[in-house]
């Protein structure tokens, strides 16, 4: 049984263990981290997933980017750890934190990834958005969390700089 907290700075490290275990420490060279780049992630929206034990079995972040005017949620990464795999902690993860975007207001979440498993989600294949190079196009996924906030979005996706 896995319980679900908002990520707290503490868990930093653990969090980003738990990230180059599942996918290497070379994943920071992924194009979707220079979107990351000296950004804060949306904290209201990152989760860690926790064991009785306080094991860390899963997590997941998301981050604000912009398409032209548009203002986004890039989701990932989302990670659980090889032996919680196949329990649900992934798909309770996103379908919890996508409940919370909704109520936060959001209206849109753009993601990279495997188009057959974020569709049971409701992710879609987006056309016109450009994520920077070398992006798989069929691997770039969105969420419309209001009616028609995909509409007439197209462009390449940016990061948002920090204010301050």
Same mark, same amino acid.
């Given at each position: 049984?896995?319980?679900l907290a908002?990520e707290? &700075? ?6 980003e263990?738990l990230?180059? #275990? @599942?996918?290497?420490?070379g =994943? /920071? ?5 220079r979107l ?5 992630? $949306?904290q209201?929206? @990152? ?7 306080g094991?860390v079995?899963?997590a997941?972040?998301?981050?604000? $980017?912009?398409i032209?005017e548009a +203002?986004v949620?890039l989701?990932? &990464?989302? /990670?659980v #750890? &090889?032996?919680a795999?196949?329990e649900?902690?992934g798909g309770?993860?996103i379908r919890?934190?996508?409940a =919370?975007?909704? +109520?936060?207001?959001?209206? =849109?979440i753009?993601?990279v990834g495997d188009a057959p498993?974020?569709?049971r989600?409701?992710?879609?294949r ?6 920077p190079p070398p992006t798989? &196009?069929?691997r $770039?996924?969105?969420l ?5 906030a995909?509409?007439?979005i197209t462009? +390449? $996706?940016? =990061? ?5």
């Open positions: 049984m896995f319980t908002q707290k &700075p503490q868990d930093w490290w653990e969090v263990a990230f180059d #275990h @599942c996918f290497a420490p =994943r /920071a060279a992924l194009s979707s981290y990351r780049e000296d950004v804060d992630p $949306v209201s929206l @990152c989760f860690v997933a926790r064991d009785e034990g094991f079995g899963g997941i972040r998301f981050w604000p $980017v912009r032209g +203002e949620l989701l990932g &990464p989302i /990670a #750890h &090889p032996t795999q196949g649900g902690l309770a993860l919890d934190t996508i =919370r975007a909704t +109520e936060q207001g959001f209206a =849109r753009l993601l498993y974020y569709a989600f409701g992710f879609e987006l056309t016109g958005v450009i994520m798989n &196009p069929d $770039v996924l969105g419309a969390l209001q009616a028609g995909w509409d007439g462009g +390449e $996706v940016t =990061r948002i700089p920090q204010k301050g």
